[in-house]
């Protein structure tokens, strides 16, 4: 289990090294919604990303012997550019196993922090079978992309940097992949103001956390169908599953069609480029099934790597 104390302390490791990301607001929009709404804008981290913060703090904690013996991790991509940049600050040599249909640029910017890319098919199971065959030969370390306690505490200072900001909130609503956004600033919100509500969000096609919560047990998903790449995975871990069932209050879904108008909007009103994963919290908020009047909302911005082709057929 990860506690507050493990993100403060990941935070006093962070802050020499990630940027602050600010909150944004739109004037237009909340005389929409009828809600004071901010944008924690996490694709303005370096990366572009929040995984920067939590494979930093996994990597920086390493052994000597487990620095010597290489680093490996396996990633759509966002966590592979986190890896690879984390890697080259702190002088190891990584290796990233990612499907071969990852996003061009993300794929680039991996190999460009200097990380070996290696390619494999498109599921979480032959990424894993892949890593595990690797580290078996090599006795590499995993970096897991969600599953770990101190890449949680890494991501968990997102939610810490949104209350150095904010002081009063009613809902936080976060994007769930395998659940390490969500579980670290849920640890975060909910022992510095716990009345704020905490929401997940996933896409339709890959709502296995949405499932697992309303089931109360951990729940797999044979194949998942989403634009949003960063929540392609067919299940939260282990440890995201146990935070997320203690501090998040409640899990709702969008389907793609939702996420679109959201990053047309973040373009033409607010003058930023949002990844589809990016904009899931976001354009649940504007979707508002939860029909909250009044409120302040904080949505994150999780990302903002979009392939240049992704957005055009967006704007076409
Ligand atoms: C932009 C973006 N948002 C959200 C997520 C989901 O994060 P997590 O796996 O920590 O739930 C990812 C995962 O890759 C991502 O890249």
């Given amino acids: 289990m990860v506690s507050f104390a493990d993100i403060e302390k990941a935070y006093s490791v962070l802050k020499p090294v990630v940027h602050k990301t600010p909150l944004l607001s739109s004037r237009t929009l909340n005389e929409g919604a009828g809600n004071e709404i901010y944008f924690k804008a996490e694709n303005f981290q ?7 913060r939590g494979a930093y703090n996994k990597i920086r904690s ?4 487990e620095r010597r013996r290489g680093i490996i991790a396996h990633s759509s991509g966002n966590h592979a550019q986190g890896v690879a940049l984390s890697s080259k ?5 990584a290796i990233v196993v990612m499907p071969h249909n990852s996003i061009k640029n993300k794929v680039e910017a991996t190999k460009g922090y200097g990380a070996e890319v290696i390619f494999c098919e498109d599921s979480t199971d032959d990424r894993e079978r892949v890593c595990n065959e690797l580290i078996q030969k090599h006795g590499y370390t995993l970096i897991h992309p969600y599953n770990d306690p101190l890449l949680i505490a890494g991501q968990g200072t997102v939610g810490l940097e949104i209350f150095q900001d904010l002081k009063e909130l009613d809902y936080l609503f976060a994007p769930i992949g395998g659940g390490g956004l969500i579980s670290g600033c849920a640890v ?7 009345s704020v509500n905490v929401i997940g969000v996933e896409t339709e096609g890959a709502n296995d956390a949405y499932q697992s919560f309303r089931q109360k047990k951990l729940i797999k998903l044979a194949k998942v169908s989403t634009i949003a790449d960063g929540m392609r995975t067919l299940s939260v871990g282990a440890n995201n599953f146990e935070i997320i069932m203690k501090y998040v209050n ?7 069609e939702d996420i679109f108008p959201m990053m047309r909007y973040f373009y033409e009103r607010m003058k930023i480029v949002v990844e589809p994963t990016g904009a899931v919290a976001p354009a649940a908020v504007l979707k508002n099934s939860l029909n909250l009047k009044g409120k302040r909302i904080c949505a994150i911005i999780s990302g903002g790597n979009v392939d240049s082709q992704v957005f055009k057929k967006i704007f076409d």
């Fill in 46 to 52: 370096r990366i572009g990303a929040f995984k920067f």
């Fill in 250 to 256: 409640d899990i709702v879904t969008i389907h793609d």
């Fill in 89 to 93: 600050l702190l002088g190891l040599s």
């Fill in 188 to 194: 975060a919100v909910k022992n510095l103001y716990p």
């Fill in 62 to 65: 390493l052994t000597e012997e």
